[in-house]
Every structure is written in C-alpha cells, then in structure tokens.
C-alpha cells in the first residue's frame, strides 16, 4: 500500500464523518446534517416540534478546538418574527432566532448545550445534547 493511500485512510478514520456526530436532547436527535463555505449546519426539532436548522459559522471542519460557538437558528412552521429568514430547502420563516452552542469539551466526540431564542432576543431556552 502507497503511503499516500495510508495517509488518506488514516486522515478518514481520525476524523468522524458529518452524520456520525449526533447528539440526543429531549426533543430528539441534533444531527450534524452538512458543511457550507466554513459553516456547519446541524438539523434538530424545534421546542414547537417543528424540524429546524442550526447555522453554525467557523465550526466546519472543526473537531478538535471546540468551544462556544454564536449561531443562528430556522425552522418551519409559523413564528412570531416580526420580519422573515430564508435558507435554501428552508423557504422564507418567521420562525427563527439567535442561538449558542457550548460544547463540554474542546475535541470530538463531545456532549454539548444548545441555547436557543427567538428572533433577536437573547438566547435562553435549553436543550441539553448528549453524544451517541
């Protein structure tokens, strides 16, 4: 075997794939879904037991040098914003909000809690998210 070839399979099996990483909350999984342009986006269900996005930027890609982490959330369904959100496969929301991630430690894997808000209020509805 190449050494090239080893060090691409090495470089695969440090790294957890992206479905991999899912964390258990009492509202159900949050599911690390996909990265875009330096943004990791998780998938969760919302405190209205609607399905809702995590917009996360910087954390694509990172594994190892985990913190807290501002972000912003959507989901579907009606809201209470005043004005709308949009986010491909999303469509336009008036369901979303302000949200903070904090992981327990700062490498994969690790539990973590999610606080999330409405609109532009400060964030501080719980959900506290366990690794699988």
Not at 109 to 124: A, K, Q
Request: aromatic content about 10%.
């Amino acid at each position: 075997m190449s050494v090239f070839r080893s060090a691409a399979i090495l470089a695969l099996i440090a790294q957890p794939l992206l479905a991999d990483e899912v964390w258990d909350t009492d509202m159900g999984p949050i599911v690390y879904q996909a990265e875009e342009a330096g943004t990791a986006i998780f998938t969760f269900t919302n405190v209205d037991a609607y399905p809702a996005t995590l917009i996360i930027p910087g954390l694509a890609g990172n594994y190892d040098n985990r913190s807290t982490h501002d972000a912003m959330w959507i989901g579907q369904g009606s809201g209470e914003c005043e004005t709308f959100m949009s986010r491909s496969g999303v469509g336009e929301s008036s369901q979303w909000g302000r949200a903070r991630l904090v992981f327990d430690k700062p490498a994969y894997p690790t539990s973590m809690t999610v606080v999330l808000g409405f609109c532009m209020d400060e964030p501080h509805i719980v959900l506290r998210g366990e690794i699988r």
